[in-house]
């Protein structure tokens, strides 16, 4: 399990290139407006969105789960703790097969829990030589 922090930026490829030196780690995916590492140490799945026009810069927290029945086990909690907002099943965001659940916080944070399923439903490679511009940007989370 990591922590998730998704972040809204105003130049992909300047984000990129600053997140890659403090963290000393290449994107684990790449897509026209989009990156995200998958780092050890600290455990962070590091999101990025290019949104030069977001209020915010934090687009959503979250936790991300290698193992499906940790899904389910925060489904059961969120639901008795009357804090699940939305179930999705294999839903492809982020340019990914997904099962997720959200929950909103009360000051207005969404939260989500979330399973890879498939982390390249595209058939495109993790990292492409060339991120074509008019490419799909699948920012459902954005």
Request: hydrophobic share 40%; glycine share 4%.
């Amino acid at each position: 399990m990591r922590v998730q922090l998704a972040l809204n930026v105003r130049d992909i490829d300047e984000a990129v290139a600053y997140y890659s030196k403090i963290f000393q780690a290449e994107p684990h995916k790449r897509r026209p407006g989009y990156a995200n590492f998958a780092i050890n140490q600290p455990p962070l799945k590091l999101v990025l969105f290019e949104n030069p026009n977001a209020d915010e810069r934090l687009n959503h927290l979250g936790v991300e789960v290698f193992d499906p029945d940790q899904v389910a086990e925060a489904e059961e909690r969120l639901t008795a703790a009357g804090v699940l907002d939305e179930i999705e099943e294999e839903t492809v965001c982020c340019h990914a097969t997904q099962n997720k659940l959200w929950s909103h916080e009360p000051q207005g944070l969404r939260w989500e829990w979330y399973h890879i399923t498939d982390d390249t439903p595209d058939g495109l490679p993790l990292v492409p030589e060339a991120a074509s511009a008019d490419a799909e940007q699948g920012a459902c989370c954005a």
